[in-house]
């Protein structure tokens, strides 16, 4: 008897319920188009909002830096890790942010790990929005912290929850993802802001899908909301509009010195790789000097949204638009016919989401024919929704 029989027994009920997953491997560089099993395919699954991941000069940052300091960072930043570039990447994105200072982690997933596991602790509450991703749950988790969900966007519910229970805790941390990942709606920011004010509440803003892409700058939801300079914490990640790999935490001096006393997933871990800041820096830059690769992403959405009219779409203020699809066999089934099309656009279903959906998330360098080919295919499965009536593929 195998202390580890149990796993087979798991996986067959995941692939009962349809919630098996498995990894692919693409071929060829980064871009609007993905090469899947040996297939070209158009890709409206990718973070790469705004090209940056396949661009030449975050290459050649990359190679540079990887010529200069060598693969691998070799030890925390603490220790023997920091390098100039790590402080140019913070000092960039406190810039881009327009906060007193910033912190770079591996991931962004590590980020809210450490941020919020530094900020709270057992006598205090965490309200968190029940959309949020799970960096954020399972932060708010490892912290020890009370955790309450507050329904999606409802700050009616997150208002009657303060009431009732903040008096009870010390400190109090609100948690949202400023771009909703599997939605792409947006959190009402200015009033969060202002009830987290009302009840002497901390806010920390994930903008993970939010940076590069919303704000004039490429600030994120901060920016576009009218909120910069209100005080917050707010996170990211380098490795989606930004196109390289890592997070980071911008904010107050006061709150980056005091993460980098106490965030244990920045102190205890390997400083990001030499290559990967000077590819996140590089792209930091681009961000702010050409906005009109924003202003493409904005009308490459605006076109897809009137392609798309007639369909069934979530709510969604982002390049991220989602087509409700019915259960998940029906769900699986439209995602195969995309790809038989052409398209990669996956199925996201429970348990990463309450309901199944088709996820197609624009960027910048999607042609009209590009956003043309994927409406057609939508529209006649809508239409019809059998197998023969799908055009063959469109790339
Ligand atoms: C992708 C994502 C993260 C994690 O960022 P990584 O750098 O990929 O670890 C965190 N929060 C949200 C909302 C995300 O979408």
Not at 14 to 36: C, D, I, M, N
Request: glycine share 8%.
């Amino acid at each position: 008897m195998s202390p580890y029989r149990w796993l087979s027994r798991s996986l067959a009920t995941l692939k009962q319920a349809g919630w098996y997953r498995s990894v692919q491997p693409a071929t060829g560089r980064a871009g609007s188009v993905v090469e899947l099993d040996g297939q070209q395919l158009l890709n409206f699954a990718s973070n790469n909002y705004l090209g940056l991941a396949g661009d030449e000069r975050l290459i050649e940052a990359a190679v540079l830096a990887t010529r200069t300091y060598g693969t691998g960072s070799t030890g925390s930043r603490l220790l023997t890790g920091h390098l100039e570039l790590h402080r140019q990447l913070e000092q960039a994105l406190a810039r881009l942010k327009q906060t007193e200072d910033a912190l770079v982690f591996s991931s962004g997933y590590s980020a809210n790990l450490g941020t919020i596991t530094a900020l709270v602790g057992q006598r205090d509450l965490v309200l968190s929005d029940a959309y949020n991703h799970s960096s954020l749950k399972n932060g708010a988790i490892l912290s020890g912290a009370t955790v309450l969900d507050y329904a999606h966007l409802d700050l009616a519910d997150l208002g009657q929850k303060l009431a009732q229970h903040r008096q009870s805790y010390r400190r109090c941390l609100l948690l949202s993802d400023s771009v909703f990942s599997m939605d792409g709606d947006l959190c009402p920011l200015p009033a969060l802001l202002d009830l987290g004010d009302t009840y002497d509440c901390m806010l920390l803003l994930d903008e993970a899908h939010g940076t590069g892409v919303l704000g004039a700058h490429g600030a994120g939801l901060v920016e576009q909301a009218g909120c910069t300079g209100r005080p917050l914490v707010q996170v990211g990640t380098l490795s989606k509009a930004l196109g390289s790999l890592g997070g980071y935490v911008a904010g107050s001096a006061e709150l980056i010195d005091f993460l980098r006393n106490r965030a244990p997933s920045w102190i205890y871990t390997t400083a990001l790789s030499p290559a990967d800041t000077a590819a996140a820096l590089k792209a930091v830059e681009i961000v702010q000097a050409e906005p009109e690769r924003r202003a493409q992403l904005w009308s490459n959405v605006t076109f897809l949204r009137q392609a798309l009219s007639g369909l069934d779409l979530l709510p969604s203020e982002s390049p991220i638009l989602c087509v409700r699809s019915g259960d998940i066999p029906q769900t699986l089934q439209l995602a195969q016919a995309l790809r038989q099309a052409g398209i990669f656009a996956p199925a996201i279903r429970p348990p990463t989401v309450p309901t199944s959906r088709i996820r197609l998330t624009v960027m910048a360098t999607h042609t009209q024919t590009d956003l043309r080919n994927l409406a057609q295919v939508l529209q006649s499965y809508a239409e019809v929704s059998t197998d023969s009536s799908l055009p063959t593929n469109v790339y």
